[in-house]
């Protein structure tokens, strides 16, 4: 595919349900990050990855929030134990490499709905 | 604090009109800053980018950092430039954005 890719789309989870969402980023892409975006907020920072290396994760809210890229390519973001609080869109964004004036591509995003 | 401040939510302007969209940050380094547009039902995309210094779609932004603002300019407004805009600012040496709240543009007929 020719963008960042992001799977499911949408996410309707149970208080207390793990949930896993997705993000395929461009192919040779480097840097990946997964930003947070609640109701009516810009997006928020929550962790960056070069090739399979977290090299931050300061924006987990909790540790209920796990973030791998195993083999530095595809990513999961898992949340356990989701709360009403987590209920956003989860923006996953991808770059050529890390450096702060190279433009990320994002993907469309994943709406996770906690009920 | 490093933070991005999008004072407007929504404005609205008509077709033919000149748009300011503003942003103000705060920072104490160097700051990069960028705009991202969101369309309708489209994914968030890069507009443009200060250290560029490029206009893109009719569109240009100066850093003033004496009044630390980035706003976002075009002398002519066109309904296609109805979406949502972000300001972002990315710390000098970092890779991480910091957004606004970002402001809705609505261009009128």
């Known amino acids: 595919g020719a963008g960042v890719s992001q799977s499911p789309r949408y996410k309707v989870a149970k208080r207390g349900q793990d949930v896993a969402l997705r993000c395929d980023p461009i192919s040779g892409h480097v840097s990946l990050f997964w930003y947070q975006q609640a109701l009516g907020q810009g997006p928020e920072f929550l962790t960056y990855f070069q090739n399979e290396a977290q090299l931050d994760k300061s924006g987990l809210p909790s540790d209920r929030f796990f973030a791998e890229r195993p083999e530095g390519s595809v990513s999961t973001l898992k949340i356990q134990r989701t709360q009403q609080e987590d209920s956003a869109v989860y923006l996953c964004?991808?770059?050529?490499?890390?450096?702060?004036?190279?433009?990320?591509?994002f993907g469309q995003g994943t709406r996770l709905t906690v009920v | 604090a490093q933070r991005v401040t999008q004072p407007e939510k929504l404005l609205s302007v008509f077709k033919g009109a000149p748009v300011e969209l503003k942003c103000n940050y705060s920072y104490s380094g160097s700051p990069e800053l960028f705009w991202y547009v969101q369309y309708s039902r489209q994914r968030l995309q890069l507009l443009l980018r200060h250290i560029s210094r490029e206009s893109i779609k009719g569109f240009t932004a100066d850093l003033n950092k004496g009044e630390t603002s980035f706003h976002l300019k075009k002398p002519f407004a066109q309904e296609e430039d109805s979406a949502m805009y972000y300001c972002a600012l990315s710390p000098s040496g970092t890779y991480k954005y910091i957004f606004g709240t970002g402001t809705r543009l609505k261009v009128l007929a």
């Open positions: 964004a991808s770059s050529l490499d890390g450096g702060g004036n190279t433009e990320a591509f």
